[in-house]
């Protein structure tokens, strides 16, 4: 079965850096878009960022455009959030999610289009 398993959470002091990973296992994963959500203590689940099956396109929020970088490995079924310039807002638990449909031709911030997710990683930046 599909398995999304996230790593890379910790503590941070704002302004630095953080990257998160998320391993893919149980389908064929370049075949996929891949996003990162991260849901704030109290808030809804949003979106931060979406990467398309090979790689060359992205699509990131606002809030965290020009820090946050989207990528991937397809060789080695991951795909990696490199955050940096955290800030207090930024904190939060991280999912990495595969988009439902294999080789799809739009990336999407809605969560509704995403049907497999990770058990999520605590981010914590400090003030």
């Known amino acids: 079965q599909v398995q999304l398993v996230e790593s890379g959470g910790g503590l941070v002091q704002a302004g630095g850096s953080l990257r998160l990973s998320c391993a893919a296992s149980?389908?064929?994963?370049?075949?996929?878009?891949m996003g990162w959500f991260r849901q704030a203590p109290g808030k809804e689940r949003e979106f931060v960022a979406a990467?398309?099956?090979?790689?060359?396109?992205?699509l990131i929020a606002d809030s965290v455009k020009g820090r946050f970088t989207i990528s991937r490995d397809n060789a080695k079924n991951t795909v990696y959030l490199q955050m940096n310039s955290l800030n207090p807002e930024d904190t939060g638990v991280y999912y990495c999610?595969?988009?439902?449909?294999?080789?799809?031709?739009?990336?999407?911030?809605?969560?509704?289009?995403?049907?497999?997710w990770g058990q999520g990683t605590q981010v914590t930046v400090s003030s």
């Open positions: 149980g389908h064929t994963f370049s075949r996929y878009a």
């Open positions: 990467i398309s099956w090979s790689g060359g396109s992205t």
């Open positions: 999610a595969r988009e439902v449909t294999a080789y799809g031709g739009r990336l999407h911030h809605d969560s509704g289009n995403y049907d497999y």
